[in-house]
């Protein structure tokens, strides 16, 4: 089926942690950059993080350089993002998405087309 289904969202406060997975099921994602976005109420979504296929190089946004993590596990088709030191600005849906190598430009929405339905982080102050 070629799905991506995201986990581990929920409600935290301000300084807390959560840590989010994506699971690709229906079949193996080899070859494919793998990355986060975020899409707070009312706002575009923006990017959060990818790692290659062999895990070798990873980016962030400048907004959560340094605390957050991602990585990839590839016998387990699963993709993390741990996510520290959470403000309420990092409230939002997160998406989990995927594409085939290389990709132009890793940090725009329209380069990726397979999509997770999405899993709300909500960050109190």
């Known amino acids: 089926q070629g799905q991506l289904v995201e986990s581990g969202g929920g409600l935290v406060q301000a300084g807390g942690s959560l840590s989010l997975s994506c699971t690709a099921s229906?079949?193996?994602?080899?070859?494919?950059?793998m990355g986060w976005f975020r899409q707070p109420l009312g706002k575009e979504r923006e990017f959060v993080a990818a790692v290659t296929w062999t895990g070798r190089s990873t980016y962030y946004a400048d907004s959560v350089k340094g605390r957050f993590t991602i990585a990839r596990d590839n016998a387990k088709n699963t993709v993390t993002l741990q996510m520290n030191s959470l403000k309420p600005e990092d409230t939002g849906v997160y998406y989990c998405?995927?594409?085939?190598?290389?990709?132009?430009?890793?940090?725009?929405?329209?380069?990726?087309?397979?999509w997770g339905q999405g899993t709300q982080v909500t960050v109190s102050s």
């Open positions: 998405a995927a594409d085939r190598e290389p990709l132009r430009f890793l940090i725009r929405a329209d380069e990726y087309g397979y």
């Open positions: 229906g079949r193996t994602f080899s070859e494919h950059t």
